[in-house]
């Protein structure tokens, strides 16, 4: 057993395309970023955790032996969540001081809850002496989000947030959780543009486009076989089988379907470094989520349309769920600066509010960082 602190790191991600695919079995590309969630753990002779988290100043105490651990509706559902699943899966853990530091910022769409999610995950894991397959750990994280903080998300986040690569976007199927790693040419820069505006209603709207997805597929299975999730229509088919969908209920199928084939086109395009037409799926893709899907909001709009004007821009769109959070930009490297400052200045002017921008590139995904305590 091991009685030394040790560190782990998870990054947070950005989505180049593939929104709202995940929890349809669909296609996703996420990015993960050089924003990390940190996590110092040292084990207790108790089996106890104490959870510090130095973004909100402060401490919780959990008895791991406690049957009743539930949500609080607080930060601390996030890590509780993993640890309670872990032991659900029968990993029996040893007690533990968790120190953790988001420099994901939080809430923003950038995923600071899969990060605080996996870098836990990790650091029990290892300071219980547990062996887990990645994938599986990514599934429990997702499954704590779901089943204990209430969140009914896909399995993107934690997916990449372990599996990401260095200048590398990651293609992942959904369903089979095989995936490719497709390399970013290196005279692009991914910038992310935030809002600084996040809705209320993001939770809520988020469950129910998934209770649409699944009112749509329960439809087009009675006329389509082998049909389990909208990953398996084609838009010809919804064409022929939806008329009798609400009108609603056919726009987020048609997102749904649009979205997954343009990521497919989008992996093709990476590879053959043609990012016009990579820049032109996202523009769609955002159109899509605007007005089919009905996600995105002013602001993201506003960004969106700012970033186009500029010169030595290819893409922009919303990424993330939606409602608010950040814009993914694919930029020419000579018109990093302009685009920045430009964005920043116009953005401001209409809407008083000062953006964040952040210049990022694709990092790993989790890991041990050696000789570091927070
Ligand atoms: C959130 C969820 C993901 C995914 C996106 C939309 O980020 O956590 O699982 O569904 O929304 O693509």
Redesign the pocket.
Known sequence: MPTESRTFRAPGRV?LI??????NDGF?MPVAIDLSTWVTVSPLEQRKLQIRSENFDEEIEVDLDDQNLARRGHWSDYPVGVAVMLERDGHRLRGAKLHVRSEVPIGS?L?S??AIEVATGCALVANSGVKIDARELALLCQKA?NEFAG?R?????QFVSLFGEEQKALMLDCRSLEFELLPLPDNVRLIICNTMVKHELAASA?NERRAQCEAGVKHLAKFVANVTALRDVTVEQLEQFGRDLPEVVYRRCRHVITENARVLTAARALEQGDLKEFGRLMAESHRSLRDDYEVSSEELDLMVELARKIEGVYGARMT???FGGCTVNLVAVEHVAEFSNRVAESYEEVTKLKPEIYICSASNGAEEVPNKTL
Not at 18 to 23: A, K, V
């Open positions: 989505n593939g929104e709202h695919t995940d929890y996703v769409g995923s809850s899969a989000e969140a998300v896909g399995i993107m986040d988020y993330g769920g939606g």
